[in-house]
């Protein structure tokens, strides 16, 4: 798992560069920045934006993007968590996408001239210098970006982290940047039909790109194709140029399934074992497997197949189950009992996975959402040509449904927080997670409290209350309380669990100025547990996030300054960054970073119930408080009465507290 330490980002639109650009027009535009003051980038132009007129030329097509001459001091602002790292500044740019009608947006061009540095300055309160002098071009993805309709384009300098201080991130004190224009499409591209892999008998194909590339005499390409006829010399011109993948099956090995048209059929919970030893690689290059070494093929891969009957959530795992670095793929076929044509595999991806928790071998688990009554090819193979042997398990379940929001009980008359009440606001999301290249790894976080914090040695838990970031509308986590004998959060075996709650995290939507999202309070009833601190021991209060394909989640918090006695502690742990145990921020990466977290509930046990099975409140507990744990049987979110251990289901551990209590309350 390609998996790193990251601060919340921007909420503008990033456009990576591409391997290739259509050359002719050439058209270049200068910008120079000097004493540049580098904040977050956000809705609007950025204050050291610059306008610069194309002369008319609206509705061209960018061709590439470059910069020289950079020479940036990146701050770390005083009483800001951490300093703004260099890999975070990137140029700004104004471009139409299509969906802004020629209006032109904003987007951060990718990568950053200092792309991979994640440092800045040591010191807070001071700055480091950086330099990137050489000239750097980067093409973009042809006929992708246009010049706005009215020929201005903004350009500017900006970073895509911002540590809310409202002092810059760094500082430009000379940088120059550059785009350029490429040429007019040919006549021949426009309205093409048909497919550039296949001769046609008229001008042009169908992908306006690779039409013009194979149209360009510069380029290893023949005008002829446009202008004449895209007969098949031209096809397999553009096959060549512009990269169109082409399904075939050289050379099987001798397993039955080494090609995507002969898979082995697997049902729900099937497990085989497979070696992929002397097999080809016959299906795509996949980039969403998020390799190192811009490797994109699956290689030596074997194919399986699985009808799915249910809308599910697919999952394909050898993880912790093979020998060698594998990846697997999934790839929608279509609807069960119709043909698939591998030649459209590159199109039906689902999911790929380079690596899962597995620190030996790099072993792999895909998991994807699957439509009830489609077929799904599943791709196993390897990285950087690994190959060896595993075993194959597939499942699907149909996704549980979303966690309702819970509300704290009115009338809590006490709480306890080691927040100040001026940072109860918990605008600043200023917290660092260990995540993948698009999305949230596993993550834990805890802090610790003693019987001086809650105020007694008893305290009767109603609510806990975290505010929370997430980027996708909706992701699931736990909230537990734990109890310390030692008072610290490690080892994370030896914490006795005194209740848990799978709680539903939910966006909370952009700032006012559509620049980042804003943490949202995220609640868990838990209905008046007691927590008994009597003997010594500690509290310990951590939200755990499963991993998230689809967005980051993380919970919001503060600098050291919001803390009350400047001394207390956030704790991470994330088996997928390495941190097997809980570890303090500052011993991950000297992040002075602080989650926010709010109990409320009654000091020495009077808000709670003394007798916890009584649910009739008759002085006893007998059959008819038997009857209430059959009522509520299964699963029962909180706040549920009858879960005596708060595990969010009502089971045979409930029975057996039920009866141990059997009798007059004390």
């Known amino acids: ?75 770390w602002n005083t009483g800001a968590a951490y300093s703004g790292w260099a890999s975070e500044i990137q140029f700004v740019m104004e471009m139409e996408d299509g969906t802004t009608a020629g209006a032109g947006a904003l987007f951060l061009l990718a990568p950053s001239p200092f792309a991979g540095d994640n440092t800045g300055s040591d010191v807070e309160g001071a700055c480091s210098n950086r330099v990137a002098a050489d000239e ?30 409202g002092l810059p991130h760094s500082i430009a004190n000379t940088a120059n940047f550059y785009f350029t224009l490429g040429a007019n499409i040919p006549a021949g591209c426009v309205d093409a039909t048909g497919s550039c892999s296949v001769g ?35 096809a397999e011109t553009a096959i060549a140029l512009c990269g169109i993948y082409i399904y075939s099956c050289d050379a099987p090995g001798s397993q039955s399934n080494d090609c995507a048209t002969s898979p ?3 049902s729900n919970g099937d497990s085989l074992a497979f070696n992929t030893v002397g097999a080809n690689t016959d ?78 071998f790099f072993t792999s688990e895909a998991i994807g959402a699957a439509v009830a009554g489609n077929s799904y090819l599943i791709r196993v193979g390897g990285y950087l040509t690994a190959t060896g042997s595993g075993t194959l398990t597939v499942s699907w379940q149909e996704p549980d449904p979303p966690i309702a929001v819970q509300e704290c009980s009115a009338g809590n008359p006490d709480s306890f927080s080691q927040v100040n009440p001026a940072s109860g606001d918990f605008v600043a999301p200023n917290i660092v ?15 610790i409290y003693t019987a001086a914090d809650m105020g007694a040695d008893v305290f009767n838990v109603d609510c806990v209350k975290i505010p929370c970031l997430v980027t996708c509308t909706y992701t699931p986590a736990v909230i537990r309380m734990l109890k310390s004998a030692s008072g610290a959060p490690a080892p994370y075996a030896d914490l006795e669990l005194i209740a848990e709650n799978n709680i539903g995290v939910y966006q909370n939507g952009l700032d006012d100025a559509g620049a980042a999202y804003v943490p949202e309070l995220q609640i868990a009833n838990f209905g008046g547990v007691e927590v008994d601190l009597s003997d010594g021991s500690s509290l310990v209060i951590e939200i755990e996030f499963a991993g998230n394909t689809d967005c980051y989640t993380i919970p919001s918090g503060g600098v050291l300054a919001d803390i009350t006695d400047g001394v207390s502690t956030t704790y991470l742990r994330s088996s997928s960054c390495g941190i097997t145990e809980y570890t303090s921020m500052a011993a991950v ?42 009522a509520s049987w299964g699963s029962c979110p909180a706040p549920c009465p009858a879960d005596l251990d708060n595990n969010g289901e009502v089971n045979g551990a409930d029975v057996g507290s039920i009866l141990a209590a059997w009798g007059a309350c004390p």
């Not at 013009?212 to 031209?234: K, L, V």
């Not at 994109?296 to 809308?311: A, G, N, R």
Request: aromatic share 10%; net charge negative.
């Open 200 to 234: 046609n008998g008229t001008p042009g194909c169908e992908d306006l790109s690779c039409c013009a590339t194979n149209c360009d005499a510069n380029q290893g390409g023949d005008p002829f194709c446009c202008s004449s006829s895209w007969d098949s010399t031209c």
């Open 136 to 165: 750097i071009d980067n093409p973009f993805p042809a006929f992708t970006y246009q010049v706005p309709d009215d020929g201005l384009v903004d350009v500017a300098i900006a970073s895509s982290w911002g540590d809310d201080s």
């Open 433 to 447: 997670s260990c995540n993948g290249p698009t999305y949230s790894a596993q993550n834990g976080f805890a802090r």
């Open 589 to 630: 990466g000297g992040f002075d970073s602080e989650m926010f977290q709010f109990v409320e509930g009654t000091v020495g046990g009077g808000g709670g119930t003394p007798c916890p099975t009584d649910f009739n409140d008759d002085g006893i507990t007998d059959g008819a408080d038997f009857g209430t744990i059959l």
């Open 283 to 360: 299906g795509p290059g996949e980039a969403a497997c998020g390799s190192g070494e811009n490797d994109l093929p699956v290689w030596s891969d074997l194919w399986y197949m699985v009808d799915v009957d249910v809308d599910a959530n697919l999952t394909a795992t050898c993880c912790l189950a093979g020998d060698f670095d594998t990846k697997i793929a999934i790839y929608d076929a279509g609807v069960t009992g119709t043909p698939f044509d591998p030649q459209n595999l590159p199109e039906s991806l689902v999911v790929c996975n380079e690596d899962c928790d597995d620190p030996d």
């Open 264 to 266: 082995i059929m697997m």
């Open 1 to 75: 798992m390609q998996c790193q330490f990251i601060k919340t980002c921007t909420a503008l639109s990033v456009v990576g560069m591409a391997g290739t650009a259509f050359a002719g027009g050439g058209e270049r535009f200068d910008a120079s920045f000097a004493a540049a003051e580098i904040f977050v980038a956000g809705g609007a132009a950025p204050a050291n934006a610059q306008n610069l007129d194309t002369a008319g030329l609206g509705g061209r097509y960018y061709a590439s993007f470059g910069h020289s001459n950079l020479d940036v001091d990146v701050c």
